[in-house]
């Protein structure tokens, strides 16, 4: 496995390949980045990772500086399962100048749910992925389902912007105990660790709910919120959207996404679940 820091090296080393899988990350690997670079493999190529965490996607206040930086870990989980390249630049690497031009998602999508609680992220990760995508030019992109909206907006970039990368979701991984796998499940202690398996538990009654027929979606997303902060969480929010289309169901709607934000302490977990509308 090559381990790569200059975007020189990297067109070097993918030089006249049309069949690259791309794999990003942020690093602090975990099985879940593992097994999307399994599937990764599935589409032929050679396999490339990046690992860079990204200032852009950070508001201010949050955990960038904090973020674990663990690379020579992540080098070794990434050769485990069978990657070609690491692509891991240095920030003047992947911002050599000021980065005055950005991609902007639509209000509609990025003030939206978890944007509208981290305002300008969705706009960040919009611009590193379409830099990283000129970088690697793969045939094929992997990314977790787990940031269900995250993945909404890279496949949105793909569309209107006429790229020729075909966009696989990877599914979420879960621990036994149903608790989504994230780099930032690092920061719960212990007994918060214990606690953090509500945040699933609450998306699955609620799917059972709505497979039961019920459709007070206001109702149900209002019960599930409450439980959460008598239980100590502190809500961003719990919402029911059309899968398709991230935004309020409809009489038409047949899939729908359960969506979940909140604060366990200090640390922010995200999680979903797809589900189909009983009838």
Same mark, same amino acid.
């Given at each position: ?22 794999? @990003? ?29 990204? @200032? ?49 998602? @639509? ?22 992925? $379409? ?19 995250? $993945? ?11 790229? @020729? ?11 036994? /105990? ?63 959207? /059309?899968?398709?289309? $991230? ?33």
């Amino acid at each position: 496995m090559q381990i790569l820091h200059t975007a020189a090296e990297l067109r070097a080393a993918l030089a006249g390949e049309t069949r690259t899988a791309f794999v @990003p990350t942020m690093g602090n690997l975990h099985a879940g980045h593992v097994s999307l670079i399994a599937l990764a493999r599935q589409h032929g190529g050679p396999v490339v990772a990046s690992i860079f965490v990204n @200032p852009l996607q950070f508001g201010a206040g949050e955990d960038f500086e904090r973020y674990p930086r663990t690379l020579a870990a992540d080098c070794e989980k990434l050769a485990a399962a069978g990657c070609d390249i690491v692509f891991a630049p240095d920030l003047a690497g992947m911002y050599p100048v000021p980065q005055t031009f950005t991609v902007q998602p @639509p209000d509609s999508l990025a003030n939206d749910l978890c944007g509208a609680f981290r305002p300008g992220h969705f706009s960040g990760v919009a611009t590193v992925v $379409l830099k990283l995508f000129n970088l690697v030019q793969p045939r094929t992109a992997v990314f977790g389902s787990k940031d269900f909206q995250q $993945l909404f907006v890279i496949r949105e970039l793909v569309r209107q912007f006429n790229l @020729p990368i075909d966009i696989v979701a990877g599914d979420t991984l879960r621990d036994a /105990d149903g608790l989504a796998l994230s780099s930032r499940n690092g920061y719960l202690a212990p007994s918060e660790r214990i606690q953090a398996t509500a945040l699933y538990r609450e998306l699955a009654a609620l799917s059972e709910s709505v497979q039961a027929g019920e459709r007070d979606f206001d109702a149900l997303t209002a019960a599930a919120s409450r439980h959460l902060k008598m239980a100590g969480w502190r809500v961003d929010y719990v919402a029911i959207r /059309d899968a398709a289309t $991230l935004q309020a169901p409809t009489p038409a709607s047949t899939r729908l996404v359960l969506l979940a934000a909140a604060w366990l302490g200090k640390t922010r977990l995200i999680d979903n679940l797809e589900t189909s509308l009983g009838r």
